[in-house]
């Protein structure tokens, strides 16, 4: 009996021990559980706000994305403008510079024709100034014949004047071209007759001495003795009356003193006078310019 009941009496008190063994052992368990999820609620914390900033971040990122999408279609479309202006501009200049090649391709068609014209008239011009050289040459030439000191030569104005001594053709005093004054006239009557763009203007001059009395004055002498070497010239040697003309002017263009010999020598004289006609000149001008 006893030992039944100490046998019980140890079994209770061993059973009691290891309840409460296993009680404690349970609030430990517990409390271990509770720091876990105490643990795990502040991971959960924490991922909830890592969730929340990764969020934040994401829509960030998205608006920022969206800004850039924006940012990009518009300068995107942008610089298709720029293209397209670009493309415009490079058309334009195209065809402007087609433009200006056209014109100045026009500009150099006339500028070759008018060179073209200027050729030619610059032609006409050198010929007439060539036949004018001859000419003087020749005129030179033929009042060599007429001995040295008789005639005298120069250009002034641009027109021919020559001096001829009034001894070739007329007596002292007198306004009737002599016998073989009408033969010293064929010289300048050839050469007149030879040149038809030429014109003559005869004039007569005297020195200062007192003359006949069947003239009045010195520019009466000296205009008759102009207009007689007209008239030969016209009548004996074909000159056109339309060429020629006669003036007289006495004593008032001395070439040289009257108060010696000499110097009344040189004032006894007729000057012929001889212009271009330049009315030709200009007819071959127009007719060239009228041709092209």
Do not use: W
């Not at 003036?247 to 020598?265: H, I």
């Amino acid at each position: 009996m006893l030992l039944l009941l100490s046998t019980a009496y140890l079994c209770s008190c061993v059973s009691k021990k290891k309840f409460e063994e296993s009680i404690l052992s349970s609030d430990q368990r517990s409390a271990n559980y509770e720091e876990q999820i105490f643990g795990l609620e502040e991971t959960i914390f924490d991922k909830d706000q890592s969730i929340d900033s990764l969020r934040i971040l994401y829509a960030e990122q998205k608006g920022a994305n969206e800004v850039l999408l924006i940012t990009h279609d518009k300068l995107q479309d942008r610089l298709d403008d720029v293209q397209n202006q670009v493309l415009a501009e490079q058309e334009s200049k195209t065809s402007t510079a087609q433009d200006l090649r056209s014109v100045v391709s026009d500009k150099e068609e006339l500028i070759r024709q008018k060179e073209n014209k200027l050729s030619g008239l610059q032609a006409i011009i050198d010929q007439q100034a060539e036949s004018q050289n001859t000419m003087l040459g020749e005129f030179t030439m033929q009042m060599e014949g007429y001995g040295r000191g008789n005639y005298n030569l120069k250009i002034i104005n641009g027109e021919l004047r020559i001096s001829i001594s009034n001894d070739l053709f007329f007596r002292p005093g007198q306004a009737r071209v002599k016998t073989e004054g009408i033969g010293n006239l064929s010289r300048m009557a050839g050469l007149i007759n030879k040149y038809p763009s030429i014109k003559v203007n005869v004039i007569g001059n005297t020195d200062n001495s007192k003359v006949a009395r069947n003239f009045k004055d010195n520019l009466e002498l000296s205009t008759l003795r102009a207009a007689n070497v007209v008239r030969i010239l016209t009548d004996d040697y074909g000159v056109s009356p339309n060429r020629i003309l006669a003036a007289g002017k006495g004593d008032s263009a001395p070439l040289a003193s009257n108060e010696t010999a000499d110097g009344k020598r040189q004032n006894r004289r007729l000057d012929f006078i001889v212009t271009s006609r330049m009315d030709r000149v200009v007819r071959d001008l127009e007719k060239y310019l009228m041709e092209e």
